[in-house]
Structure formats: structure tokens, C-alpha cells
């Protein structure tokens, strides 16, 4: 019934609600896509003659470089000049999936001022590409929490608790009836794959589900678990990097109260790695910290290894023991470290509520 549905014409914002929560007994018929098409280019098609730029968050993981790759892509196929940006450089994991796609991997954009912008995959200033305050922002897709972003006049903000932003990309392209490359689809899927674990992580969306599915075909890829084993052989990779690029390679910065909060994440191919890569960063941590541009009241890395139940918090600030003792308590102290039995890893579910619950009292 679901597809059936689906196929007929496309969805509405409401739809990913509907798709998200499986209720679909009180739905209303679909309407046409281009009425759809005219919602979706509403914020950018009476923009400027300027080039609109889609960019994604800093230390930039699948979800960011494939969703702006796809969603300018969409805007062209509407008539809509956009380009696709980086917000710094890519991971293996990301190269693996453009190359094999044959996509080119966009340009780093390091200056937002006086640009027309739409941002995928985040809405926060301190994660967005520098002088972001100065841009005029068009429109926002995301699956975080909101944060501080603000303009001048309304915009498209389209935020939904699905696994993958590329997944509201997708519902975009099915609703207004656009065709979606073969190449576009690959980079997407990749996209789900990353941020979804393969589709295993519990409390995946159907919508993610399906449009994984619906890519996949699209895509030609017949064994997505075979496709997803060399994404992630190439995101475990961490050859020839020095301790600190493994340390920053997924990294993120936060404003909680009225504490700057950087948190990294690195994932190890196996216990014997995340044993000697988590002395590694310990030893290193006030180093690496010191090394950055934005220096932070609390600059923790999360490591864990790909199998198994430890986690790792590594961190240095001059916060930074007091409160995450507070916000993780039961875990083994050390010096500029604090491990215990890892039941989540996830920042946007797990590190960030955690660190802002202790940090709202500060």
C-alpha cells in the first residue's frame, strides 16, 4: 500500500511526517507535483541572477558533500542557477562514494559573505562555513535540532527527524516529479547508508528506508551490504593521516550556554586500534587543541571501536573534566580521559543532550 502510494504522484512536507511516524489511514490524496515544484522553488526561483550556493557542515561527512551535490542538482532540473560547496575537505568514505559515481568533488567555499546560500544538513552557525552571519540565506534542510540561525525575510526551512537529509531530498525529487540520475541516486544512497549504518541503526525511518531501497535500484547496486562494506572499509582508513586529522576528521562545534564545545569522533577498525589510537590522542590532546583556529572551553574526541561496547572520551579545556564527569558519570577517570561501557555514540542523540543538560547550570 505504501509504495502504491508513493509512486502515484509524490509527497508533501506533511508526507514525511506520515512516512516517519507509519500513520497512513488519514492521509489526503496527493496533489499534482508541480505544485509541489512551486513550494519547493519558492524561496530561490525570484533570488537574485546570482549563482546559490548549497553547502553542508564543517569537517564535512557523506551526508553533506551528497546531499548538496543532489539538492543543486534538483534546483538546476527546476531553472534554479545553485552549485554544490564543501565545508572543508572530504573524508575517504566520501571520496570512495564520488569516485565511484564519477562525480567531481565540489569546491571548499571558505567565505560565505554577500553569498546566496542554502545550507544542508545543519543550521547552526558555529558548524556552518565562515562569515555565514554575512550570507543571505535562501533556504535549510536538515535532521538536527534547530539552532541559532537567523535572516532577515521567511525561507524554506525544512528540518524532519529522519536518519539522512538526503532522505528529504529524495521526497523533494518524488513530489515535484523529477528525474533522478543514476549518479545523483548512488552519491544519496551513500549518503542513507552513512548516516543510517547500513540501515541498522534502531529508530530508522521508513522514509530512509524506502528511498535507500528506491536508490539502490536507480543506482544499479544489486548488493548494497557489499557496497557499504567498501564505504566503510575506506571511512575505517586511516593510513598515512597524522594523529591530530584523525582526531579532527569528524568534527563538530557548539555553543551551549555559554561554553564553546568542540566534539569529535573517531570510529577504529578493531580493539587493537582504538586501544593505540585512543593513547595516541590522549598524549596529544592539548596539542591538537592548541593547533586549532577556535579554541574551545571544552575540545573532547569521542573514540570507540567499530565492534564493540567501550567508548573513549579524550578531552582537554579548561571546563572540560568537571563537566563531563557530571554529564557521564560511572566511567573510569583518567588523565584527560574518561572511559566507560558504551551504550550510545551518537552526538545529536546521545554527547550533545548530555554535555547541554550539565551546561544550561553553568
Known amino acids: 500500500m505504501l509504495k502504491k502510494i508513493w509512486r502515484s504522484i509524490g509527497w508533501s512536507i506533511l508526507a514525511a511526517a506520515v512516512l516517519c511516524s507509519g500513520e497512513l489511514s488519514s492521509c489526503a490524496a496527493p496533489l499534482d507535483s508541480s505544485i509541489y515544484a512551486s513550494l519547493f522553488g519558492s524561496a530561490t526561483r525570484h533570488a537574485s541572477d546570482e549563482t546559490i550556493y548549497v553547502v553542508g557542515h564543517m569537517h564535512p561527512d557523506s551526508d553533506a558533500i551528497c546531499t548538496a551535490i543532489a539538492y543543486a542538482h534538483l534546483k538546476n532540473a527546476m531553472g534554479i542557477r545553485c552549485e554544490p560547496r564543501a565545508n572543508g575537505t572530504i573524508n575517504r568514505e566520501t571520496a570512495f562514494v564520488l569516485d565511484y559515481f564519477h562525480l567531481p568533488v565540489p569546491e571548499i567555499l571558505t567565505n560565505a559573505a554577500g553569498k546566496q546560500i542554502i545550507l544542508v544538513d545543519h543550521s547552526s552557525y558555529d558548524q556552518s562555513v565562515p562569515e555565514i552571519q554575512h550570507a543571505n540565506i535562501l533556504e535549510v534542510l536538515d535532521h538536527h535540532n534547530m539552532t541559532d540561525v537567523r535572516t532577515k525575510t521567511p525561507i524554506f526551512y525544512l528540518s524532519a527527524p529522519v536518519d539522512a537529509t538526503s532522505s528529504l531530498v529524495y521526497m523533494i525529487y518524488r513530489s515535484c516529479g523529477i528525474e533522478i540520475p543514476r549518479e545523483i541516486a548512488g552519491a544519496m544512497l551513500g549518503s542513507i547508508l552513512s548516516d543510517t549504518n547500513n540501515l541498522k541503526k534502531k529508530g530508522i525511518t521508513e522514509l530512509d528506508r524506502y528511498a535507500a531501497e528506491d536508490l539502490a535500484k536507480i543506482a544499479g547496486i544489486d548488493d548494497v551490504d557489499g557496497f557499504y562494506r ?133
Do not use: W
Open 230 to 362: 567498501q564505504m566503510r572499509n575506506a571511512f575505517l582508513n586511516h593510513e598515512g593521516m597524522s594523529v591530530a586529522e584523525i582526531a579532527c576528521m569528524d568534527y563538530k562545534e557548539y555553543t551551549m550556554g555559554n561554553a564553546k564545545v568542540g566534539i569529535g569522533k573517531v570510529v577504529c577498525k578493531d580493539k587493537k586500534e582504538y586501544a593505540e589510537l585512543t593513547e595516541a590522542i590522549r598524549e596529544n590532546i592539548a596539542s591538537i587543541h592548541a593547533s586549532r583556529e577556535n579554541k574551545m572551553d571544552i575540545f573532547m574526541i569521542c573514540i570507540v571501536p567499530d565492534h564493540g561496547k567501550e567508548m573513549t572520551l579524550v578531552f582537554d579545556g579548561k571546563m572540560a573534566q568537571e563537566v563531563i564527569e557530571q554529564a557521564f558519570p560511572g566511567g573510569i577517570a583518567g588523565d584527560h580521559a574518561l572511559t566507560f561501557e558504551r551504550s550510545k555514540s551518537s552526538r545529536k542523540k546521545f554527547l550533545v543532550p548530555q554535555l547541554e543538560s550539565v551546561l544550561a547550570n553553568y
